[in-house]
């Protein structure tokens, strides 16, 4: 398996730019995260979906930010306008749960943002 | 109180040496526990998983649980210069089916040769 692909690896932008950042979880998980890691805050969960729903958004840090999971390979993170503070990296996960699992997450090697 | 808390560090060990990073969780309703390595600039990483009290063991890795003190901890036999990293509990909270993992801030370790 290939494991969680994401992409733009390295997205650099101005402020006020909108920004997407993609996922592709691993064949067969039913869960996908999206976190954001900073040296100040460490690593924050976002959102997270289940089978494409979205079960917790609390995690958001604004309007300016949102996720949609249109079918079970694919998912964005999409911030619109970017800010400063914006930058991080962010990693997106994916996990199994089910029988002879305990929903260990496997994470994908992230995007650096950076936003000026 | 954090819902995981661990040392930041750094935690300095010389090579060859047992490292032991340490955690402590507040729900007790927890039931499964891990630790995820981080090298600087990559993505997180699962070493060890621990379900139920006492050690598991895993080449040089250790985990050990103690759920009526709600602390796992991680042992590193022989320590080696390409341990050096920051290592992360992570805990699912008890009250949930477990599908969101709560991950401490991580302790930085330091291998010196």
């Known amino acids: 398996d290939a494991g969680v692909i994401q992409s733009p690896r390295h997205e650099v932008t101005e402020m006020g730019q909108e920004v997407t950042l993609r996922c592709k979880p691993i064949?067969?998980?039913?869960?996908l995260f999206w976190y954001r890691q900073t040296m100040m805050r460490g690593l924050e969960l976002l959102i997270y979906?289940?089978?494409?729903?979205?079960?917790?958004d609390s995690g958001m840090p604004e309007d300016r930010f949102s996720a949609k999971m249109p079918n079970a390979s694919f998912s964005t993170l999409k911030i619109q306008p970017s800010e400063p503070r914006d930058s991080a990296v962010y990693f997106c996960?994916?996990?199994?749960?089910?029988?002879?699992?305990?929903?260990?997450?496997?994470f994908g090697p992230g995007t650096r943002l950076t936003v000026l | 109180q954090k819902e995981v808390e661990q040392n930041s560090g750094p935690l300095s060990v010389p090579e060859g040496a047992i490292a032991s990073l340490n955690c402590t969780y507040s729900?007790?309703?927890?039931?499964?526990f891990f630790w995820y390595r981080q090298y600087s600039g990559k993505s997180p990483e699962l070493i060890m998983s621990?379900?139920?009290?006492g050690d598991k063991e895993d080449g040089r890795f250790t985990a050990q649980l103690n759920k009526a003190s709600q602390y796992v901890s991680l042992l590193i036999r022989d320590s080696q210069p390409s341990d050096s990293a920051t290592y992360l509990c992570?805990?699912?909270?008890?009250?949930?089916?477990?599908?969101?993992?709560?991950f401490g801030s991580g302790t930085r370790l330091s291998i010196r040769p």
């Open positions: 996960a994916s996990s199994f749960l089910g029988a002879g699992s305990y929903n260990e997450q496997f």
């Open positions: 064949s067969g998980h039913d869960y």
């Open positions: 979906f289940n089978n494409n729903v979205p079960i917790d």
């Open positions: 729900d007790r309703g927890s039931q499964s």
């Open positions: 621990i379900y139920s009290n």
């Open positions: 992570a805990v699912p909270p008890g009250y949930s089916s477990a599908s969101k993992i709560i």
